[in-house]
T-cell receptor, first 115, second 118 residues
Framework: AQSVSQHNHHVILSEAASLELGCNYS??????LFWYVQYPGQHLQLLLK??????LVKGIKGFEAEFIKSKFSFNLRKPSVQWSDTAEYFC?????????????FGAGTRLAVHP | DGGITQSPKYLFRKEGQNVTLSCEQN?????MYWYRQDPGQGLRLIYY???????QKGDIAEGYSVSREKKESFPLTVTSAQKNPTAFYLC?????????????????FGEGSRLTVL
């Protein structure tokens, strides 16, 4: 069965530190990849997505992610985090064809950024 | 504003009782979903529906039931058969609208309903 692994469950950083959150998936075929973010007290929302093309995708608020097919990875990065980045981050994958209704989520990573 | 409305936000129930969580969307999305969020386990798919009057089991459907009588509404019933119902439940919907060939990949989520079984 398809699965998504997020390596870090909790990450604590100081402001201006660089961030990289790991995400690996198990499916060997064509996939669509996503990062979602849940800020405290807010809806879960899309941060960025990869469907095809340039494996380096940019999302909102300065986040980017790189798809490395050979490593089955889709790590999330930000060069300099802010206190407002404190949130829970979820990696998700859906397989193609026919899998568009089944978005599989990782366990999530809680990021705390200290001023 | 367009979006997804879940109610109630907080719900308490006694063991053995069924409870229904409401989910309404005005985004004109065909597909709707129910996920369960537990600490350290991420989101797990309970049921999803691609179109009115049709729905499919997700990965953890046991003890749950749904209906999709209207495009805008996808209520979830947590039955007494669900062994560990205390959780945070998230409803979502997705594009495309009818007839579009490519799915955008973006789910739009409600604020969630927190169910506690006493």
């Amino acid at each position: 069965a398809q699965s998504v692994s997020q390596h870090n469950h909790h990450v604590i950083l100081s402001e201006a530190a660089s961030l990289e959150l790991g995400c690996n998936y198990s499916y060997g075929g064509t996939v669509n990849l996503f990062w979602y973010v849940q800020y405290p007290g807010q809806h879960l929302q899309l941060l960025l997505k990869y469907f095809s093309g340039d494996p380096l995708v940019k999302g909102i608020k300065g986040f980017e992610a790189e798809f490395i097919k050979s490593k089955f990875s889709f790590n999330l990065r930000k060069p300099s985090v802010q206190w407002s980045d404190t949130a829970e981050y979820f990696c998700a994958v859906t397989s193609l064809p026919g899998g568009y209704n089944k978005l599989i989520f990782g366990a999530g990573t809680r990021l705390a950024v200290h001023p | 504003d367009g979006g997804i409305t879940q109610s109630p936000k907080y719900l308490f129930r006694k063991e053995g009782q069924n409870v229904t969580l409401s989910c309404e969307q005005n985004l004109n999305h065909d597909a709707m979903y129910w996920y369960r969020q537990d600490p350290g386990q991420g989101l797990r798919l309970i049921y999803y529906s691609q179109i009115v009057n049709d729905f499919q089991k997700g990965d953890i459907a046991e003890g749950y039931s749904v209906s999709r009588e209207k495009k805008e509404s996808f209520p979830l019933t947590v039955t007494s058969a669900q062994k560990n119902p205390t959780a945070f439940y998230l409803c979502a919907s997705s594009a495309p609208t009818s007839g579009r060939a490519i799915w955008s990949g973006e789910l739009f989520f409600g604020e969630g309903s927190r169910l506690t079984v006493l």
